[in-house]
């Protein structure tokens, strides 16, 4: 029952806010059902941890582990942006009469990214993939300025062309597993039981085939260009969700199938995995170097962190699987408080540009404080969680005999960590270029920073047993030896 319920409130949220009488109240609307779907969410999760699985239609809607925790991080995430965006949407927009239409999209789009994890069949999980690049589209472009509308654009063209691409490879893991004697109902858990019987090279090829076509939907390199004109042209809500949870999604999806592939004897991608997971990570640390604009920065960062989780995954042991999984959480926890804090600069000083932005801790102290905070976490400084969990996969993965790859990855997190604060520390510190005080954030916004770095701070120095039992159920799930 809760398993529904998170996934379908979102959909009562949009229906509510799309009807005219209730328009006014969307917001209230949208943070209420959202605040609604989380609780479910964590239900969800105690279940699983309970029982191991939540079945809500069998064959349809199942959650395990990993599916559990994506659900908890997409509803914790999108009800934080929901609140953000009381304030923020509200502070001199020029679009006031469509923010119904907004909190509509938005309620869509959060009702595609948790029923991704809630399908127990793939091929529905490619439905639920491209929903998010649908309503995605919509609310990128939604401030209509041109280079809103050329990121909204680019972001459709370049992530819808990879759906016929991993559709046919669903369409191919489909061959495989009925030729291989599967069941007539096709999901996650009956592919992982048959994949030791399946064609390894119909396994491989379809994983190719997926791969290419959601790797340019989580901003993988070289299929990342999208991504940083999306991230840093849509409104700061919707990158909150797109940098810290839609990413993620589509991943978990490759992850999932990798998990297959890496069940089956003789098809081994893993080596792959780490050379492309490296590849994403260096190409985000150079690009981090030259950056101009803040929010681009930290979209240039998603496209690193996603790296380091391909990079443990291809690592393929327990431990970096564990590694992988509190990469993905404190990614997503972190990156979406990045971007608030982006935003309450943004409405200060009304510029996206670095180099306009000097002496931030005496013009605005509060988005100051939040900047400096959410730049250390994002950037992996102890004793933030990121730093654990990359030391993690660091340590994982000399344990297993990755040796030069560690190397790698190591040099080029410390890249990027430089290349962040080089920015960072510009913007805070120096002669400000306007001695005026800035107008404080909006009540929201300041709310919704606040409860996002609580998780933040506090993963950093001690995780609940919970939360480590249900990271322990999700890795377990990534299919390392």
Same mark, same amino acid.
């Given at each position: 029952m809760? /398993?529904?319920v998170a996934v379908f409130?979102p959909l009562l949220?949009? /229906?509510?806010?799309w009807i !005219?009488?209730? !328009?006014a109240?969307?917001?209230?609307? @949208?943070?209420?059902?959202?605040a609604g779907?989380?609780?479910a969410?964590?239900?969800?999760a105690?279940h699983v941890?309970?029982?191991?699985s939540?079945?809500g239609?069998?064959?349809?809607?199942?959650a395990?582990g990993?599916?559990?925790?994506?659900i908890?991080l997409?509803?914790?995430?999108?009800t934080l942006a929901?609140i953000?965006?009381?304030?923020?949407?509200?502070?001199?927009?020029?679009?006031e009469? !469509?923010l119904?239409?907004?909190?509509c999209?938005?309620?869509l789009?959060?009702f #595609?990214?948790i029923?991704?994890?809630?399908?127990?069949?793939?091929? $529905?999980?490619w439905v639920?993939?491209e929903?998010?690049?649908?309503?995605?589209?919509?609310?990128?472009g939604?401030?209509?300025?041109?280079?809103?509308?050329e990121a909204a654009w680019?972001f459709?063209?370049?992530?819808?062309?990879?759906?016929?691409?991993?559709?046919?490879?669903?369409?191919?893991?489909?061959w495989?597993?009925?030729?291989?004697?599967?069941?007539p109902?096709?999901t996650w858990?009956?592919l992982?039981a048959?994949?030791?019987?399946?064609?390894?090279n119909?396994l491989?090829f379809?994983?190719?085939?997926?791969?290419?076509?959601f790797?340019?939907?989580?901003?993988?390199?070289?299929?990342?260009?999208? $991504?940083?004109?999306?991230?840093s %042209?849509?409104? @700061?809500p919707i990158c909150?969700?797109?940098?810290g949870?839609?990413?993620?999604?589509?991943l978990? #999806?490759?992850?999932r199938?990798?998990?297959?592939?890496l069940a089956?004897?003789?098809?081994?991608?893993?080596?792959?995995m780490v050379?492309i997971g $490296?590849f994403?990570v260096g190409?985000?640390?150079?690009?981090? $170097?030259?950056?101009?604009?803040?929010?681009?920065?930290?979209?240039?960062?998603?496209?690193e962190?996603?790296?380091?989780? /391909? @990079?443990?995954?291809g690592f393929?042991?327990?431990a970096?699987?564990?590694?992988?999984?509190? %990469?993905?959480v404190?990614?997503t926890?972190?990156?979406s408080?990045c971007f608030?804090s982006?935003?309450?600069v943004l409405?200060a000083?009304e510029?996206? %540009?670095?180099s306009?932005v000097?002496?931030l801790?005496?013009?605005?102290?509060f988005a100051a404080s939040?900047?400096?905070?959410?730049?250390?976490a994002i #950037?992996?400084?102890?004793?933030?969680?990121i730093f654990?969990s990359?030391?993690?996969i660091?340590s994982?993965?000399?344990?297993s005999?990755h040796?030069?790859?560690v190397t *790698?990855?190591?040099?080029? *997190?410390v890249?990027?960590?430089?290349a962040?604060?080089?920015h960072?520390? !510009?913007?805070?510190?120096?002669?400000? %270029?306007q001695?005026?005080t800035a107008?404080s954030a909006?009540?929201?916004?300041?709310?919704?920073?606040?409860? #996002?770095a609580?998780?933040v701070a506090?993963?950093?120095?001690?995780?609940?047993g919970?939360v480590?039992?249900?990271?322990?159920l999700?890795a377990?799930?990534?299919?390392?030896h």
């Amino acid at each position: 029952m809760a /398993l529904m319920v998170a996934v379908f409130i979102p959909l009562l949220a949009a /229906l509510l806010c799309w009807i !005219r009488p209730f !328009r006014a109240f969307a917001w209230v609307i @949208t943070v209420v059902c959202l605040a609604g779907s989380f609780a479910a969410a964590v239900v969800i999760a105690a279940h699983v941890l309970a029982a191991g699985s939540v079945v809500g239609i069998p064959g349809w809607f199942e959650a395990d582990g990993l599916s559990a925790l994506v659900i908890l991080l997409v509803s914790f995430v999108c009800t934080l942006a929901a609140i953000f965006a009381g304030g923020y949407m509200h502070h001199g927009s020029q679009n006031e009469d !469509r923010l119904w239409w907004f909190y509509c999209n938005f309620n869509l789009l959060v009702f #595609a990214l948790i029923v991704v994890p809630a399908f127990a069949s793939p091929n $529905l999980a490619w439905v639920g993939v491209e929903l998010i690049t649908l309503f995605g589209v919509l609310l990128v472009g939604f401030e209509r300025t041109p280079a809103a509308l050329e990121a909204a654009w680019k972001f459709s063209i370049l992530t819808i062309m990879g759906a016929p691409i991993s559709l046919l490879g669903f369409f191919t893991l489909y061959w495989a597993y009925h030729i291989s004697g599967g069941g007539p109902l096709e999901t996650w858990q009956g592919l992982h039981a048959s994949a030791a019987v399946m064609s390894p090279n119909l396994l491989k090829f379809s994983f190719l085939l997926v791969f290419v076509g959601f790797g340019a939907k989580s901003g993988l390199a070289p299929m990342h260009t999208w $991504l940083p004109d999306a991230h840093s %042209q849509a409104p @700061t809500p919707i990158c909150a969700v797109l940098s810290g949870i839609k990413t993620t999604v589509p991943l978990y #999806a490759i992850l999932r199938l990798l998990s297959i592939v890496l069940a089956s004897p003789e098809a081994r991608i893993g080596r792959w995995m780490v050379v492309i997971g $490296l590849f994403s990570v260096g190409i985000a640390a150079f690009l981090l $170097l030259q950056v101009r604009d803040y929010k681009r920065m930290f979209a240039f960062s998603t496209v690193e962190h996603m790296g380091i989780i /391909l @990079t443990a995954a291809g690592f393929a042991t327990h431990a970096a699987d564990y590694g992988a999984v509190a %990469q993905m959480v404190n990614h997503t926890l972190t990156k979406s408080l990045c971007f608030y804090s982006a935003g309450i600069v943004l409405l200060a000083l009304e510029t996206r %540009q670095i180099s306009e932005v000097r002496g931030l801790f005496r013009i605005a102290p509060f988005a100051a404080s939040a900047l400096l905070f959410c730049s250390l976490a994002i #950037a992996g400084a102890p004793p933030f969680p990121i730093f654990l969990s990359e030391f993690s996969i660091l340590s994982a993965g000399l344990r297993s005999g990755h040796t030069a790859a560690v190397t *790698i990855l190591a040099i080029l *997190i410390v890249i990027a960590f430089i290349a962040i604060f080089l920015h960072v520390n !510009r913007m805070l510190f120096g002669e400000p %270029q306007q001695v005026e005080t800035a107008p404080s954030a909006p009540l929201s916004c300041r709310v919704a920073i606040i409860i #996002a770095a609580l998780p933040v701070a506090v993963l950093g120095v001690y995780i609940p047993g919970p939360v480590h039992s249900l990271m322990m159920l999700a890795a377990q799930q990534l299919g390392g030896h």
